[in-house]
Nanobody
Framework: QVQLVESGGGLVQAGGSLRLSCAAS????????MGWFRQAPGKEREFVAA????????KYADPLKGRFTVSRDNAKNTMYLQMNNLKPEDTAVYYC????????????????WGQGTQVTVSS
């Protein structure tokens, strides 16, 4: 059982930074692949980044690599997404997700989801 709660979203101007957090509860966190996804109005939910159980394997959506950094602290049951040089195109609801046992970039392969946190980037 895993429950996820995102925080850290808000309004930021282009070029600014935000750090999102995903707080998890449940005994399975340390053996779960964790991922970030985002969904803009009228668009499909898209992959942002994922990190393996011990943090040794990380995957990013190619257009975001270099601006976004995902990390996790299993002792704190928390995953983070550092977002730098934000652009208006990054505006979306950002979701935290957990997948027991493997990395995937597909939303349908994830088992648990948070409620999402809104990120709005102004021009």
């Amino acid at each position: 059982q895993v429950q996820l709660v995102e925080s850290g979203g808000g309004l930021v101007q282009a070029g600014g930074s935000l750090r999102l957090s995903c707080a998890a509860s449940g005994r399975t966190f340390s053996r779960s692949t964790m991922g970030w996804f985002r969904q803009a109005p009228g668009k499909e939910r898209e992959f942002v980044a994922a990190i393996s159980q011990a943090g040794f394997t990380i995957k990013y959506a190619d257009p975001l690599k270099g601006r976004f950094t995902v990390s996790r602290d299993n002792a704190k049951n928390t995953m983070y997404l550092q977002m730098n040089n934000l652009k208006p195109e990054d505006t979306a609801v950002y979701y935290c997700a957990a997948n027991i046992g493997f990395i995937s970039s597909r939303p349908d392969e994830y088992d648990y989801w948070g409620q999402g946190t809104q990120v709005t980037v102004s021009s």
